[in-house]
């Protein structure tokens, strides 16, 4: 009788295990929700408080959204920065980071961004617009935008060598 319930348990445990091998990974990679659609056209700040148009941009870009308390988001960001000289003058890119702290942490994003030495361009988007227009759950979110401005890649979470598939997709465009 217990050899019968332990099997039970364990091929039990089992089958939640798979199911959860089989869940998690859908979380991690966003679906083609925002692919083939228009780049939102919004305003943001820079860092030292002008404006910037979303809609100006007109070339390939990767654009990353990120807050301050997102340990992946920072780890993508520095992989990316790793790479950021070779891309932008290889492949002709730009990266546009896209900090979606309110308004209780945005003041550390300037701290990390200098903490960090990051090069590309640091937006904020304390009200979370962008957020919003692409439905965006977490961060980090990554896409590429190809020079038309549409949005041919997305990506959620951040795993060591996400960058390289990056690249990938910018070779093809």
């Given at each position: 009788m217990i050899?019968?319930?332990l099997r039970f348990?364990?091929?039990?445990?089992?089958?939640?295990?798979?199911?959860?091998c089989l869940i998690v990974p859908a979380f991690s990679f966003a679906g083609s929700e925002n692919i083939g659609k228009s780049f939102p056209n919004e305003e943001l700040k820079t860092l030292n408080g002008d404006t910037f148009d979303m809609a100006s941009i007109t070339k390939p870009a990767i654009v990353s959204f990120w807050s301050t308390t997102c340990i992946p988001c920072i780890k993508e960001l520095n992989a990316i920065n790793d790479k950021y000289d070779f891309w932008k003058?290889?492949?002709?890119?730009?990266v546009y980071a896209i900090s979606t702290d309110d308004a209780r942490f945005s003041s550390r994003v300037p701290l990390i961004v200098e903490k960090k030495r990051w090069?590309?361009?640091?937006?904020?988007?304390?009200e979370k617009?962008?957020?919003k227009a692409l439905n965006i759950v977490n961060n980090p979110y990554t896409i590429i935008i190809n020079k038309a401005g549409k949005i041919v890649y997305e990506h959620t979470s951040y795993k060591e060598g996400d960058e390289d598939e990056l690249i990938k997709i910018i070779k093809g465009l």
């Amino acid at each position: 009788m217990i050899m019968s319930v332990l099997r039970f348990i364990s091929s039990t445990i089992i089958k939640e295990i798979f199911i959860l091998c089989l869940i998690v990974p859908a979380f991690s990679f966003a679906g083609s929700e925002n692919i083939g659609k228009s780049f939102p056209n919004e305003e943001l700040k820079t860092l030292n408080g002008d404006t910037f148009d979303m809609a100006s941009i007109t070339k390939p870009a990767i654009v990353s959204f990120w807050s301050t308390t997102c340990i992946p988001c920072i780890k993508e960001l520095n992989a990316i920065n790793d790479k950021y000289d070779f891309w932008k003058k290889e492949y002709k890119i730009e990266v546009y980071a896209i900090s979606t702290d309110d308004a209780r942490f945005s003041s550390r994003v300037p701290l990390i961004v200098e903490k960090k030495r990051w090069k590309f361009p640091i937006y904020t988007d304390q009200e979370k617009k962008m957020f919003k227009a692409l439905n965006i759950v977490n961060n980090p979110y990554t896409i590429i935008i190809n020079k038309a401005g549409k949005i041919v890649y997305e990506h959620t979470s951040y795993k060591e060598g996400d960058e390289d598939e990056l690249i990938k997709i910018i070779k093809g465009l």
